[in-house]
């Protein structure tokens, strides 16, 4: 059992997520910044490299060559987890905020609706504390 948003849990969410595909084509990282999400209330931000329509590399830190930004609260960020809210429903809603590269943005909201995702989402949900 990993805790949410750790160096560990990021390499679980790593793991969980081998088989989750994009376009081919997408390239670049995404920023998300998850708002009080650290233990003392600090703002956590992950950068998540994907090469090839893949997850490459999933680090805790900016990164100043993003091409997406994604903003949304902890709250939010657990409930997208544990599958109680859909990024695209976060998305629609207001909750998840955005900047940058609105094209591979709707092609990561379709690909959090695939089958591989939501195996992916249940499995490191499942192994996860907060």
Same mark, same amino acid.
């Given at each position: 059992?990993?805790?949410?948003?750790?160096?560990?849990?990021?390499?679980?969410?790593? *793991?969980?997520?081998?088989?989750?595909?994009?376009?081919?084509?997408?390239?670049?990282?995404?920023?998300?910044?998850?708002?009080?999400?650290?233990?003392?209330?600090?703002?956590?931000?992950?950068? *998540?490299?994907?090469?090839?329509?893949?997850?490459?590399?999933?680090?805790?830190? *900016?990164?100043?060559?993003?091409?997406?930004?994604?903003?949304?609260?902890?709250?939010? *960020?657990?409930?997208?987890?544990? %599958?109680?809210?859909?990024?695209?429903?976060?998305?629609?809603? %207001?909750?998840?905020?955005?900047?940058?590269?609105?094209?591979?943005?709707?092609?990561?909201?379709?690909?959090?609706?695939?089958?591989?995702?939501?195996?992916?989402?249940?499995?490191?949900?499942?192994?996860?504390?907060?």
């Amino acid at each position: 059992m990993s805790t949410w948003l750790t160096a560990d849990w990021l390499n679980d969410a790593m *793991a969980a997520m081998a088989d989750v595909a994009l376009p081919p084509e997408r390239e670049g990282v995404v920023q998300c910044t998850v708002t009080g999400g650290a233990e003392d209330g600090a703002d956590v931000v992950i950068s *998540a490299q994907v090469q090839a329509g893949r997850l490459r590399a999933l680090v805790r830190g *900016a990164d100043d060559t993003a091409v997406l930004a994604l903003t949304l609260s902890a709250g939010d *960020a657990w409930d997208v987890l544990l %599958g109680d809210l859909g990024a695209s429903v976060a998305f629609m809603q %207001g909750r998840l905020k955005v900047e940058g590269d609105m094209g591979l943005l709707l092609d990561l909201l379709a690909s959090t609706a695939a089958a591989e995702a939501d195996s992916a989402r249940t499995s490191l949900a499942a192994t996860t504390q907060r």
